[in-house]
């Protein structure tokens, strides 16, 4: 019987595929893509574009991004579906789409889907992911950080990786260094983040051990005067990412107080 | 192994260039370089305008953990802040010709303020043979612009070189509002061997009525290139506030049929005016 049936399945492939090759079908998406969110004294801006149309240009739809807004605990606190036209972008702050009340710290979601569930259009597209950036700035736009997203919603766990950034800092031009970190898996993660020395990678200074929530974030500040740090290069590295490449994203702030920002 | 990083000065925004070239080992990688040859050798090379103006084919040995530093104070063509350069770092590790992945670390500063913004990007594989130009397609949907704030893309266009100037490349360069309208467009050609930065708030001419509040647009651009490092800069004249991004190549978002999306995806100009007359 098992035979038969294994026959069969070999008789059936090829028109199977023909008919998937044939036939109109949904936009084969991805996990949504997550990036950081920060409140507050912060302003936040997400930079979603209908990216298969400008592929697909004679036939190109509307599409949508299923977006939702997670608290530093993981709690889902906002949630919205947003619909893009062909060739178009919207510029999502989360104070305007969600109104007041929004956590001073999180993680942004984004996930695309056709607003036609059945269209050939994209087909040949393969399996796409959500495409966008996130513009940190405080009030008055006396800073910016521009800052593409890393990482996707339950992407290969990373608690045992050891990791540090090829990024050199300058302790003798930046006063305050700012890490964020997120967690876009639904299992809590145990994540150390500290400084290394260029000259000596042995020593961690300002270990900052810490359990992550699922969907949950975390922000941690570094003053290096405060911690005898004020000249030479260093870097940030990691024991334990929540996802293998959710990197934290870099502040670094200057002596006047602004910032500029960086994935690691 | 090696690798070759392709990097530009943004003078056009009053901007000064500082990149560490570094030679790390990613923790996924710790072997490789443990395994020996752990120096990094580096050539480099700086074009302005399609003509090789600087080439230094020892610039630079360094060791594991350890960095270059590449600025003007170690590349004299780097103090001519009037001319835009585009510079390619050659980095080898042992003699095997494969490909090795390694970040560098570019740093831009605005001023005599001590700000700067940093970004770590990836250097790129050595094509055998003649370079081929290809089609590329580039998506920014991350350019703002107010009565204060510009953005500037630099393209850091690389061909072969076979010495005197490089020919060019025709690029479409779309600037669309978030409703997919087209603003405005431009023809180039952009020579090869060359770093091209683009003033966006210049090229939309007063397209766009501006006002305090940030306007954010996609630039898409279609061209023919060997390869491209591409940047976007973003600036607050009044604040000197800063940002800086790469761009990232379609196969972060896709994984079908490459040649289909780079064919179609020049159609686009024709899509777009059909859809509006």
Same mark, same amino acid.
């Given at each position: ?16 595929? *023909?008919?998937?090759?044939?036939? /109109? ?27 298969? *149309? ?45 109104? /007041? ?31 966008? !950036? ?8 006396? *800073?910016?950080?521009?800052?593409? /997203? ?43 983040? !500290? ?18 929530? /699922? ?37 670094? !702030? ?11 | ?11 056009? +925004? ?13 923790? $996924? ?27 230094? &084919?020892?610039?630079? %040995? ?11 104070? %170690? ?20 003699? +095997? ?16 303020? &001590?700000?700067? %913004? ?10 055998? =043979? ?23 893309? +630099? #393209?850091? @266009? #690389? ?20 409703? =997919?309208?087209?603003?405005?467009? #431009? $023809? ?10 683009? $003033? ?5 001419? &007063?397209? #766009? ?5 940030? @306007? ?6 279609? =061209?023919?290139?060997?390869?491209? +490092? ?5 600036? @607050? ?36 005016? &059909?859809?509006?007359?």
């Amino acid at each position: 019987m098992s035979s038969v049936w294994s026959n069969a399945k070999d008789v059936l492939r090829p028109l199977k595929h *023909s008919l998937q090759h044939h036939l /109109p079908g949904r936009l084969r998406a991805a996990a949504p893509v997550v990036q950081a969110y920060l409140g507050g004294e912060f302003e936040t801006r997400y930079t979603l574009v209908n990216f298969p *149309s400008l592929y697909s240009p004679r036939t190109a739809h509307p599409c949508v991004y299923d977006v939702a807004l997670y608290a530093a605990d993981g709690r889902r606190v906002k949630h919205d579906s947003l619909r893009i036209a062909p060739f178009g972008s919207l510029e999502v702050r989360p104070s305007e789409l969600f109104g /007041p009340n929004l956590p001073e710290l999180g993680m942004f979601t984004a996930r695309i889907r056709t607003a036609n569930p059945l269209t050939f259009a994209y087909k040949h597209l393969g399996l796409v992911t959500s495409h966008f !950036y996130a513009l940190y700035s405080d009030r008055a736009q006396s *800073s910016f950080a521009l800052v593409h /997203p890393q990482t996707l919603v339950d992407a290969a766990r990373g608690e045992n990786m050891r990791w540090q950034s090829g990024y050199l800092l300058d302790a003798g031009k930046i006063r305050k260094l700012a890490a964020v970190q997120v967690n876009p898996t639904s299992q809590p993660v145990d994540s150390g983040l !500290y400084l290394v020395r260029a000259e000596d990678r042995a020593q961690h200074l300002g270990v900052r051990d810490g359990c992550i929530p /699922p969907m949950g974030s975390r922000r941690l500040v570094w003053d290096l005067p405060e911690m005898g740090l004020t000249q030479g290069m260093f870097s940030v590295a990691a024991r334990g990412l929540p996802t293998n490449n959710a990197k934290p994203i870099l502040f670094t !702030y200057f002596n006047d107080g602004s910032f500029c920002g960086m994935h690691a | 192994m090696q690798g070759q990083f392709i990097f530009s000065t943004c003078n056009r +925004a009053g901007l000064s260039l500082t990149a560490l070239l570094r030679n790390t080992a990613r923790s $996924d990688r710790e072997g490789e370089v443990a395994a020996g040859e752990s120096d990094m050798r580096v050539g480099l090379r700086v074009f302005h305008a399609g003509v090789l103006e600087y080439e230094c &084919g020892d610039f630079a %040995t360094i060791p594991a953990d350890g960095f270059a530093e590449v600025s003007a104070r %170690t590349c004299p063509p780097l103090g001519d802040a009037t001319r835009e350069f585009l510079l390619l770092a050659h980095c080898r590790r042992g003699q +095997a010709d494969g490909y090795f992945a390694q970040e560098h670390q570019v740093t831009y500063a605005g001023g005599h303020d &001590g700000r700067s %913004t940093s970004l770590l990007y990836d250097q790129m594989p050595i094509p055998g =043979g003649t370079p081929k130009a290809n089609s590329i397609l580039l998506m920014a949907p991350k350019v703002w612009i107010s009565d204060d704030v510009d953005t500037f893309i +630099a #393209l850091a @266009n #690389l061909g072969g070189y076979s010495g005197g100037r490089s020919g060019g490349s025709r690029w479409q360069i779309d600037f669309l509002a978030q409703s =997919g309208a087209k603003i405005h467009g #431009l $023809d180039l050609d952009l020579v090869q061997n060359a770093s091209h930065v683009i $003033d966006v708030k210049e090229a939309l001419g &007063g397209r #766009l009525e501006l006002s305090d509040a940030l @306007n954010m647009l996609t630039v898409v651009a279609r =061209g023919e290139t060997g390869m491209c +490092a591409i940047l976007t800069f973003l600036r @607050n004249r009044r604040t000197r506030a800063l940002a800086l991004e790469h761009s990232l190549s379609p196969h972060y978002y896709m994984n079908g049929d490459f040649a289909r999306v780079r064919k179609e995806a020049f159609l686009f100009a024709d899509a777009a005016s &059909g859809s509006r007359s």
